[in-house]
């Protein structure tokens, strides 16, 4: 018998996104839960990201009057993510139980206390294929008042984009110039943010908001949260997993768990040797991944058995680092540039080879597998002078004047021509005008031949909603012309050990690991190799989580 120094009904490695929404579960009935986080800071990835969940068939839906149901989101994720054995995350058991219990999740929290609203204009990434919704299936949390934490508010993780704006607003903010509604915006956000100073409020929104909403509820139950708990180990007797050794004050510690162990601990994206192993070509370098994705305890869920599936598979990307973004948190994506209009990507060549306005993960996938080809990793972004003007460029606003560092470090390059821009990035002179001028061609005809882009209500939402007649597609033709280098880099990876429908860890040969649980991207994605729409990392983090706990509890009933 294992001598403990403290004992819990739950136990759950990482603060993440799922860890929370367990403990409240187990909270409500009636067990002790214990979130141990390795950093100083509470909230994961999730924290940072832009807090949004991919929730069939959700209560937001039915107020706006958007059809859906389980069956349609399952049509779609039947399609999209089919039957694979080389998926067992993904298995056509598990993407039921995740459409069956996401709402349900949702409902449960909404009882919690937290409170969420839809994102009404965030088309599903696949909108085209049968069940997949044009509206798109998001939810996320309200804006939050960090101050509300208490001593607590320094210690939440804070993420991206800072303003008092919700992702609707945000999305608009960009157009301030084209559009009397996008002024208004940005006015509203402006009085809002002011008067949050007045009122002495702190107001944040996206993964901040969801992660300091969650904590919130989360103290509130009672859940015992401790930060620099870093968890080393987990504790087997008698065949199951009862606990785990983490460190207090700099001395071992071990935790008893009566009803198990959840495993939320996020990915490896922080981790070289995982990603070279698993993930050739990818950096640690390129991801937007928390510091503490650094994938030990999916290798200590394979010491005790864990079987393990796509490994492979992130959550790409797209980014473009200039000099001195290196090393920040946040890199400027390339996601808006290349899926604006007057904007393609091109590998080293000089040819295009997909459609930009992609998924994240897609993207970030074709890029790897053209570069198992051909040399594309990075590629190039190529654009003319009118989207220099029009959009915004590595973090950088519309039509500013760009470092001189960007050009001194070969990241921009430029040419009066075409031709003039190829030599500058080493590429055939007839090859990039040839691509140019059948890129061109498309967007005269207003259909992309080859790759179809701009045919998706998603292309359309990630374009330029002012551009006629196609928001995505515009001609490269006013010189000079620009190139900046595309990297596949990620927000996260998506591959981990394989679980059930209970969220209980599996052996190779299907076999459980008794007592052991695991959500988020700890664990092989339940979406497969597919990114379905905005929030398909944060949502499964939260459903199984719910299932995790929901399943310990009443197991030990
Ligand atoms: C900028 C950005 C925007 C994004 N936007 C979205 C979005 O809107 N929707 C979406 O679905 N996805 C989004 N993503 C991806 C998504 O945020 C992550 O994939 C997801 O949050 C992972 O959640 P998780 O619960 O698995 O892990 P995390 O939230 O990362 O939590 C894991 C926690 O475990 C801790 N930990 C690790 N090891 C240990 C250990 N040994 N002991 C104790 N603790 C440990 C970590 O420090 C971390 O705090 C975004 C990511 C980024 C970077």
Same mark, same amino acid.
Request: hydrophobic share 40%.
């Given at each position: 018998m294992q001598d403990f120094n403290e004992t819990f009904d739950f136990v759950i490695v990482g603060s993440g996104g799922g860890s929370m929404c367990a403990a409240l579960v187990m909270r409500e009935r009636g067990k002790s839960a214990i979130v141990l986080e390795k950093t100083d800071m509470v909230g994961g990835t999730t924290a940072l990201s832009g807090g949004v969940m991919w929730i069939p068939n959700n209560r937001f839906l039915k107020r706006d009057r958007v059809e859906d149901s389980f069956e349609k989101a399952s049509l779609y994720l039947d399609i999209l993510v089919g039957d694979n054995d080389d998926t067992p995350g993904a298995s056509r058991e598990r993407r039921s139980t995740y459409l069956a219990h996401a709402p349900e999740m949702i409902e449960f929290l909404i009882g919690q206390g937290i409170?969420?609203?839809?994102?009404?204009?965030w088309p599903d990434y696949n909108d085209e294929l049968p069940g997949g919704l044009e509206e798109g299936r998001t939810v996320t949390a309200q804006l939050f008042d960090i101050n509300r934490l208490g001593p607590w508010r320094d210690k939440l993780r804070r993420g991206f984009l800072p303003l008092p704006a919700t992702n609707e607003e945000a999305f608009e903010l960009p157009y301030y110039k084209q559009s009397w509604?996008?002024?208004?915006?940005?006015?509203?956000?402006? +009085?809002?943010?002011?008067?949050?100073?007045?009122?002495?409020?702190?107001?944040?929104?996206?993964?901040?908001?969801?992660?300091?909403?969650?904590?919130?509820?989360?103290?509130?139950?009672g859940v015992d949260i401790r930060t620099d708990h870093p968890v080393s180990e987990l504790i087997v007797? &008698?065949?199951?997993?009862?606990?785990?050794?983490?460190?207090?004050?700099?001395?071992?510690?071990?935790?008893?768990?009566?009803?198990?162990?959840?495993?939320n601990a996020g990915g490896f994206a922080c981790n070289q040797e995982m990603r070279d192993r698993y993930q050739p070509g990818t950096s640690k370098n390129w991801t937007m991944a928390a510091e503490g994705d650094t994938g030990e305890m999916i290798q200590e869920m394979m010491r005790h058995g864990g079987a393990i599936a796509q490994m492979e598979e992130m959550i790409g990307h797209q980014l473009t680092i200039p000099p001195g973004a290196e090393q920040a948190q946040f890199k400027p994506s390339? %996601?808006?540039?290349?899926?604006?209009?007057?904007?393609?990507?091109?590998?080293?060549?000089?040819?295009?080879?997909? &459609?930009?306005?992609?998924?994240?993960?897609?993207?970030? %996938?074709? +890029?790897?597998?053209?570069?198992? %080809?051909?040399?594309? &990793?990075?590629?190039?972004?190529?654009f003319d002078a009118l989207c220099m003007r029009r959009y915004m460029v590595a973090g950088t606003m519309p039509g500013s004047k760009k470092p001189q560092s960007w050009y001194d470090s070969g990241f921009l390059r430029t040419g009066e021509t075409v031709e003039d821009l190829a030599r500058s990035i080493e590429c055939d002179p007839a090859q990039l005008s040839a691509t140019i001028d059948r890129f061109n061609r498309f967007v005269r005809n207003g259909r992309d031949?080859?790759? %179809?882009?701009?045919?998706?209500?998603y292309d359309r939402w990630l374009g330029?909603?002012?551009?006629?007649?196609?928001?995505?597609?515009?001609? +490269?033709?006013?010189?000079?012309?620009?190139?900046?280098?595309?990297?596949?880099?990620?927000?996260?990876?998506?591959?981990?050990?394989?679980?059930?429908?209970?969220?209980?860890?599996?052996?190779?040969?299907?076999?459980?690991?008794?007592?052991?649980?695991?959500?988020?991207?700890?664990?092989?994605s339940v979406m497969g190799r597919s990114y379905p729409g905005g929030g398909a990392s944060v949502g499964p983090s939260f459903v199984w989580g719910y299932v995790a706990a929901r399943h310990a509890a009443e197991t030990a009933q």
């Open positions: 409170k969420f609203d839809r994102v009404r204009h509604r996008s002024k208004m915006i940005v006015l509203k956000v402006g +009085i809002r943010s002011v008067l949050a100073r007045l009122t002495g409020r702190q107001l944040a929104a996206r993964g901040t908001a969801l992660q300091g909403r969650m904590l919130e509820a989360a103290l509130a139950a007797e &008698n065949g199951k997993v009862a606990g785990i050794l983490t460190t207090r004050d700099g001395k071992e510690w071990r935790i008893g768990a009566r009803l198990g162990v959840l495993v390339a %996601q808006a540039l290349t899926g604006s209009p007057h904007c393609i990507l091109i590998d080293r060549a000089g040819v295009r080879y997909m &459609n930009e306005a992609g998924s994240y993960m897609a993207y970030c %996938q074709g +890029i790897l597998a053209r570069d198992r %080809q051909v040399p594309a &990793n990075p590629s190039w972004a190529v031949e080859d790759f %179809q882009r701009g045919d998706r209500a330029d909603p002012f551009h006629k007649p196609s928001p995505s597609l515009g001609t +490269i033709e006013e010189g000079p012309f620009y190139a900046i280098p595309v990297v596949p880099g990620d927000v996260g990876t998506y591959g981990g050990v394989v679980t059930d429908v209970h969220a209980r860890v599996l052996r190779e040969d299907g076999s459980l690991i008794e007592g052991l649980y695991a959500t988020g991207v700890s664990t092989a």
